[in-house]
């Protein structure tokens, strides 16, 4: 796999919700070897350690890339401060993402928070043969619903404080749907990606999870995104940035 | 165009610039980046003699101007490293210096000793870990346990030896001493400075391990230092590294005394950095009408 960086052009900029931002990257090449499940590692100017962003729109044609990203920590805030039309130093693209199963039935995309990003062009890739389940903390945290609607996908949205949509977790309508599914792909906190790979290993039916971990280099040498992973019977550790982010949920020692 | 070459305890290197272990795994990714013939040379990760997994994550955490690391040796183990990295490595054009390691003297010995029947060009011994035998103090922090590590890795081989000095000692210089009396061809500096961060809103260190090494451009001044003091008390030629992240840092060093510079962290930061310094150092030295890069050594005019 190649790797690029440069510094690319930052063509948008909006805010979708508190401490929620949209940027539309102009990076030809970034966006051309890009594939769904992937994500970028971005410098913040003056910092020393790149901040990984899953990618939740690739536009080949356009030359462009999409990221929405949560400004929580200072690199974040500070990429958050980046202006429309400055520069982003990218490293891209990086990671083993989704697999892109030809399945006939439904294919489930779930997940949750800042980890509903990565799922938008699953929705898009699988559009009228998905079912969206998405799980926010409340109705002020709920981002991209009308971007997942016109994917033509069936969309679920629950909160946890029930102030919109279904009250309560993303596995109670996904043990709904489960029924006669393909697949299940998924994103979000580790609690409920564990509780997602749970009910569909109840239902025996395969389950892609896309995990997150502080990360270095991000190209897979400097072994810092460590994580546990168990594949034919041999327990190792595998990292985030290179055999990930997303994972056989079955390979996954949570 | 400068010349950049150097030679360090008998080996020659194109230029002075080479990845520090850790950062560059074995050179495959970054491979992806850039040819490794553009580098003076590269240290693979520590090897141990058998496979180790690690610490568990979060094994990073970021700093003002710099970071915190605790990965806990991992790797496949010196057998592997041998049969599975080292031949692709050797093909590369480059100086190749396997870092090693071990919880005892003894381990460390039987690493050398396996890569002493190979082609690698020279060793590079972390002496930064825990003494398991010693109750888990590092070998270098005291002049006996360093001399006493060098030692029986100094018998185990032939090939160039490079010990890599910590910085967590109250005086690096004698170390070093002690290092380049038990037959050491050269020495390291520095490696990572102990350190830790706590989320005060957690209560938890950041790092898994609670603690971790610290490197990156606020460790610098701290690397200069010491580079200046043991390049002063010792006859065998230093490789500078610590914080390292432009053409004009691997100069300073080199003032300093450094025969050569590693980098680290600032890989991470910009995997293009080692490519990128190597082109500082050239147009800081043409604009300076210095004919070669080994005339800089040892340069610093102290006051």
Redesign the interface.
């Known amino acids: 796999m190649k790797y690029t960086q440069g510094k690319y052009l930052l063509l948008e900029k909006k805010t979708l919700a508190k401490q929620i931002y949209d940027f539309t990257i102009l990076c030809p090449e970034v966006a051309q070897a890009a594939s769904v499940g992937q994500f970028v590692n971005i410098l913040p100017e003056g910092h020393t350690l790149r901040r990984p962003i899953s990618i939740c729109g690739i536009d080949k044609e356009k030359g462009t890339l999409r990221i929405v990203f949560m400004a929580k920590g200072d690199g974040t805030l500070k990429l958050a401060d980046t202006p429309k039309g400055a520069n982003l130093d990218i490293v891209g693209p990086l990671g083993h993402g989704f697999t892109m199963n030809d399945v006939s039935g439904k294919t489930i995309i779930t997940g949750g928070g800042i980890g509903v990003p990565p799922l938008l062009p699953l929705a898009k890739h699988y559009g009228k043969d998905a079912v969206v389940i998405l799980g926010f903390r409340s109705a002020d945290a709920v981002i991209l619903k009308q971007d997942f609607e016109a994917t033509g996908a069936e969309v679920i949205i629950c909160t946890d404080d029930g102030s919109y949509g279904v009250h309560g977790m993303v596995t109670v309508p996904l043990a709904e749907k489960i029924s006669g599914a393909s697949q299940v792909l998924s994103c979000g906190p580790i609690p409920m990606l564990k509780a997602i790979s749970a009910v569909a290993e109840e239902n025996s039916v395969p389950c892609q999870v896309s995990l997150e971990e502080r990360m270095g280099c991000g190209v897979g040498a400097c072994l810092v995104c460590a994580c546990k992973v168990k594949k034919n019977g041999e327990e190792r550790f595998g990292h985030v940035c290179k055999d990930g982010p997303v994972f056989d949920s079955k390979e996954v020692m949570w | 165009m400068a010349d950049l070459s150097v030679n360090v305890a008998g080996i020659d290197f194109k230029n002075p610039v080479i990845p520090a272990s850790?950062?560059?795994?074995y050179g495959?990714?970054?491979e992806?980046?850039y040819p490794l013939s553009k580098l003076g040379g590269i240290s693979t990760?520590g090897t141990t003699g058998q496979m180790r997994?690690?610490?568990?994550?979060?094994?990073?955490?970021?700093?003002p101007?710099?970071?915190l690391?605790s990965?806990g040796l991992?790797n496949p183990g010196i057998d592997r490293f041998i049969s599975h990295e080292l031949p692709n490595l050797m093909q590369k054009d480059t100086v190749i210096i396997a870092n090693i390691a071990g919880s005892t003297p003894e381990e460390c010995a039987e690493v050398a000793s396996k890569l002493d029947e190979t082609d690698v060009h020279m060793i590079e011994l972390n002496i930064s870990c825990p003494n398991v035998k010693q109750g888990g103090a590092a070998f270098g922090v005291s002049c006996e346990g360093a001399s006493a590590v060098t030692k029986i890795v100094r018998n185990a081989t032939k090939k160039p030896l490079i010990v890599k000095l910590s910085p967590n000692v109250t005086d690096i210089a004698s170390i070093a001493k002690a290092v380049e009396a038990e037959g050491a061809d050269s020495v390291s500096l520095i490696n990572t400075i102990l350190g830790m961060r706590i989320d005060i809103n957690t209560g938890r260190p950041v790092l898994r391990n609670n603690c971790g090494g610290m490197s990156?451009?606020a460790v610098f001044p701290v690397a200069v230092r010491m580079v200046w003091q043991v390049a002063n008390a010792v006859k065998i030629p230093v490789i500078g590294m610590g914080g390292i992240s432009s053409g004009r840092d691997a100069i300073e060093m080199m003032m300093a005394g450094a025969s050569a510079v590693q980098v680290g962290?600032a890989?991470?930061?910009?995997?293009?950095a080692p490519v990128k310094i190597i082109e500082e150092m050239n147009q800081f030295l043409d604009e300076k009408g210095i004919s070669s890069v080994k005339d800089i050594i040892g340069s610093v005019k102290p006051w």
Do not use: C, H, S, W
């Open positions: 850790g950062v560059f795994g495959r990714e970054y992806e980046f990760k997994t690690g610490n568990l994550a979060p094994r990073i955490a970021e700093t101007m710099g970071m690391n990965v991992q990156g451009p962290a890989i991470i930061t910009d995997p293009f």
